[in-house]
């Protein structure tokens, strides 16, 4: 609307150094501009969102200082290093290295996980090069830049690739699981060796958490860091329209939520193998589940031991495609816990698995693009018996399972592929969470402003506020969406909502519950909202193009826009497709269209 004085998102979400841009919209200069909400999210690197392509987007970093700067913080044994020469980029940012017996190039680093160690590459008079982690099982690899193949692989590499980038280029890479103490390069030749002499070409090396190496991300005094940063704005694309993502504090206790054949991992009458095809990230980190051949596996599984707490919430989830077999088989538990069996080619829960242990079992499918889904059970675990496990298991096409049947025999070869596991306390599902060797936590996203009536968002004594949800489907008991706080940081007027029995319902309500309530009212997830006050007797509420009826207060006594100076987007799983501020009072009509689905 024209009138409003503050806009945020609508298609046009912004973020810049850790803030939320908002733009002023009622400017009679007919510029926009921007208004800066704090947000913070604290020293997290586990946080994820859907990026504008649909792809699953993480944190990334090139923990390598000075990645292609070898004369630098790189370590030289038998060899010396020219720079200026031409690279696989088009640049002049090549290095040459010309050994003089064992020739090594090595940074000291402090890692551990799962990692990948990559560098571009080139030959010169000679026409190899090895890559060694130092370690504890000193993971190596040699790699032919003539031929473009792999040579002898050692030390407990996950995976290796040699990638032709053109002109010569090659890109190598080793994957592994240790703590790493250097990152190393050496020339080499064709045949598994080390020459005396001779010389090979280098540049970008990259060192990073994860299965695969991603685009190279160049280093100086610091590392390179891309992607979902700290303290930063998640706008996210989930179903394809952006929107704010904001999220509660979960953790991931998978400790490898991607290296399926890690030993966090078990297999009964199953086998894993990793980065056998692309996975939500767009990269090709997913791995195959494989039913042993001529195995009947009614108790089989790939599945992941941890210790429950009687009485408490789990949320468990995986991201699951089809392979040669279409159904799936997702539990919490045991084979036969609570959990679900579902459809991978249609997309389709088939039907929901209980067991007497637990309770309030809800299992779900979505969508994520490309075939693969999210397969989610949630539940409460009544049990105190540690130790549980979550199994997942494709079944056949031939045999569609029925509630607590899992029995179906494989060929060794068929399968379906599973990427991203998650296991956290609540009722309800997060965010992929990434984990590489140890549990990981997502800090809570946290969106403030402050000075409201200074900066012109809200008159004197009137205002309204107008929130576009686009998601709210959260299970827990109470879940602040939005509020206005004193100086004191005290809760002066909150929207929320909660769940009654199989309702979600909202309420407005101010500090204390007594002074000032509203009828609670049903609205379905993505409601739209605005709330409404005029500065004398007048406070109201309207959803999805109706008012709603409210039972006592007004805003003048029970609520003083003087004292509200701070607002606040709360932390708890939802989506905001757009909000609004006004510096007036709409009308009962004005607020009805505004509101109307």
Known sequence: ???????????????????????????????????????????????TRVNKDGLIEKYRENLLLQSNNFGTTWAISNASLTSGHAGYDGSSDAWQCEASGLATVLQSVSTSGVQTFSVYAKAGTENGIFLRADGVNNPRCFFNLDSGTLGSILGGVIDANIEDVGNGWHRCSITYSDTTNDARIYVANNSNGFPSSGNIYIQDAQLEQGLVATDYLESGATTGKAGVLEDLPRIDYTGGSASLLLEPERANDVENSEYHSGS?????????????????????????????????????????????????????????????????????????????????????????????????????????GNGWYRLVVSLTDNSSVSGRFLSMKPSPDASVPSNNNYSSTGDGTSGAYIYGFQLEEGSYPTSY????????????????????????????????????????????????????????????????????????VFRLRNQLDTEFTTDSFTLSFSPKIAIVWDGTSRLEIFGNGSKITKTGGNFSSDVSIDDMVRQRLDRNTTEFSQILFFPTALTDSECIALTTL
């Open 264 to 368: 966090t991992y078990a297999n009964n009458n199953v086998s894993t193998t990793d980065n056998q095809a692309i996975s939500p990230e767009g990269v090709q980190n997913a791995a195959k589940i494989v039913l042993d051949s001529g195995t009947n596996t009614s108790n089989g599984g790939h599945y992941f031991q941890f210790g429950s707490t009687a009485g408490t919430d789990y949320t468990i989830s995986v991201f699951a495609k089809a392979g040669e077999y279409r159904y799936f088989t997702f539990t919490y538990g045991s084979y036969s816990a609570g959990g679900g069996h579902f459809d991978l080619q249609e997309g389709t829960l088939l039907g929901t698995i209980t067991n007497a242990n637990y309770s309030n079992v809800v299992a779900s499918i979505e969508d994520y």
């Open 1 to 47: 609307m024209s009138k409003a004085s503050l806009e945020l998102g609508g298609g046009n979400w912004a973020a810049k150094d850790g803030k939320l841009l908002g733009y002023a919209v009622g400017d009679t200069s007919g510029k926009y501009l921007p208004r800066e909400f704090d947000f913070t999210r604290g020293a997290d690197i586990a946080a």
């Open 433 to 504: 969470i990434p984990t590489y060797g140890v549990s990981a936590t997502r800090n809570g996203d946290d969106i403030t402003y402050n000075g409201m009536q200074s900066k012109g968002i809200f008159g004197a004594n009137a205002g309204t506020i107008f929130l576009d949800i686009k998601r709210a489907a959260s299970y827990d008991n109470t879940e602040i969406v939005w509020n206005f706080r004193d100086s004191s940081d005290n809760d002066m007027l909150m929207l929320y909502y909660e769940r009654e029995g199989e309702c979600d």
